[in-house]
């Protein structure tokens, strides 16, 4: 919910016209009859889209319908990223962000703000809603800001008020909240009741945002995450974060951290961008489907602590992990940013190599938890895994590459894991010094069908019919590597 004087409607719902106070100017309903004195006869615009609203997004949602009915193949999103609202504020427009982004789309929406007195409230609410009927005979609906029901602080909701029966005495709108929530009747009395908003005793205000259409923008529903997207993360996000934490959108992630704030922002710039930059660079074109949380908390006891209070397990290891049930990356960042370059690696693979084997998937991201630039690009070093496979190329104990390239994704976690990690890495560092890695990677990727373990590209990418002579070229080699 928007309005934070109101309490027990669920977030779904609501919208604010104001906090605390009127922003900009407000206009004056001059005085009238009262509005059951007229006579309306019967109007009503048909053929308007119905939308539902994303949580928070009611007056977005209203503006996407007569945008559709406009032609406009747009979205809620696509309103929302014309209001400029920082995302990271986790909410919807409130009235004056969405009159400003309905400005900006081209729409004529009239003074917005209306100021009534509490005395004279019948006859200048049935001016306003005089005025409102007149552009509705003309064809022009409005987006109006009520309370959204009659109950004790009922939250404030936008909805698109689209026409009005005569017999009946009904307004007619579509209730963005609501999945059957087109062309809704609203006894007019009823409604004239709900559209001022009492933040006085003695002065009430009503919003009503008119849709007229001046020259409208281009626009299109995106295929990248905007700042919608982030704003309605953030939204779901807030339940979860404890206070005290800083919360960075670092796209496509979303970084969150205990440390101090300026560690968790240098963070998000210097490790996770730096990463992901380098990564889509060489490997990625797309992002990972969803917006992931990455979690840094500030060493063993908050990581411990935190991991069982937010996602009620218990950590594996010491340092970091990726869950696709939480749709997170979760370190301890005390230890050192290696473990979050490794598990970055792992989404965009999700993303962008289906089905890729663990030996492939881990390699990669394991050759990046000790990595560095030379010449612009994300360059991986030998690292702590190497002594581990030096032992076990001396105790003959590392298998060979077919056998290894066709290790089910279950054997390669649960059968001799810290060898499968080490062969892994240090084939993927192999190739990379033999500048082959990222042609290795096209390869593997687009003959994953045909080629499902990687065996016949990486004997296609080394130039040789088997592995058996380069298996003991490569162990040699790996002898000869030295860590630090």
């Known amino acids: 919910m928007r309005y934070r004087r109101v309490v027990g409607i669920v977030g779904l719902l609501g919208c604010v016209a104001v906090e605390g106070g009127v922003p900009g100017p407000v206009h004056g309903a001059e005085n009238g009859p009262p509005a059951k004195a007229e006579s309306y006869a019967s109007v009503l615009i048909r053929g308007v889209p119905f939308v539902r609203q994303k949580p928070d997004f009611c007056g977005e949602a209203c503006a996407a319908m ?84 009659q109950q004790p602080n009922s939250s404030e909701h936008f909805r698109l008020v689209l026409g009005y029966l005569e017999p009946s005495d009904e ?111 060489a490997y990625f074109a797309k992002d990972p489907a969803e917006i992931l949380d990455i979690w840094l908390f500030r060493g063993k006891e908050s990581y411990e602590k935190h991991v069982q209070a937010i996602f009620h397990s218990k950590p594996d290891t010491p340092y970091g992990y990726y869950s696709d049930a939480d749709r997170a990356l979760v370190m301890n960042i005390d230890t050192g940013g290696g473990t979050l370059v490794h598990e970055i690696v792992h989404p965009f693979v999700a993303a962008n190599f289906p089905h890729c084997p663990a030996w492939f998937n881990e390699g990669l991201g394991s050759l990046y938890e000790q990595s560095g630039e030379i010449d612009g690009r994300i360059h991986g070093y030998t690292n702590w895994r190497l002594p581990g496979l030096q032992s076990a190329i001396r105790k003959h104990r590392v298998p060979a590459f077919q056998d290894f390239c066709a290790t089910s994704d279950q054997a390669f976690y649960e059968e001799d894991r810290g060898t499968n990690y080490g062969q892994a890495r240090y084939l993927c560092y192999y190739l990379q010094q033999h500048d082959l890695l990222r042609k290795f990677y096209r390869q593997f990727r687009q003959n994953r069908e045909k080629d499902p373990t990687g065996y016949a590209t990486l004997c296609d990418v080394l130039g040789r019919k088997d592995l058996k002579a380069f298996q003991k070229e490569w162990e040699a080699w790996v002898l000869e590597l030295r860590f630090p």
């Open 66 to 149: 007569w945008l559709q009915k406009l032609g406009r193949p747009v979205d809620q999103n696509w309103v929302f990223d014309q209001s400029g609202l920082d995302p990271r504020e986790g909410r919807g427009c409130y009235t004056k962000e969405l009159a400003a982004a309905l400005e900006k789309i081209g729409f004529r929406v009239g003074p917005v703000w209306y100021r009534i007195s509490a005395e004279r409230a019948e006859q200048q609410i049935g001016r306003l809603w005089k005025e409102l009927y007149a552009d509705l005979a003309a064809g022009v609906p409005s987006i109006v800001c009520t309370h959204f029901d």
């Open 171 to 281: 307004v007619v709108y579509h209730e963005p909240a609501d999945a059957r929530g087109a062309y809704r009747r609203m006894k007019r009395t009823a409604f004239l009741s709900l559209w001022p908003l009492k933040y006085g005793d003695r002065q009430w205000t009503v919003v009503r945002l008119r849709l007229e259409a001046g020259r409208l923008i281009e626009g299109k529903t995106a295929e990248t995450f905007t700042a919608a997207d982030y704003a309605q993360h953030m939204l779901a996000l807030r339940r979860k974060v404890p206070d005290g934490f800083t919360v960075v959108i670092q796209p496509p992630f979303v970084v969150i951290g205990d440390g101090p704030p300026e560690a968790v922002r240098g963070r998000a710039k210097d490790t996770v961008q730096w990463a992901v930059d380098k990564l889509k660079a």
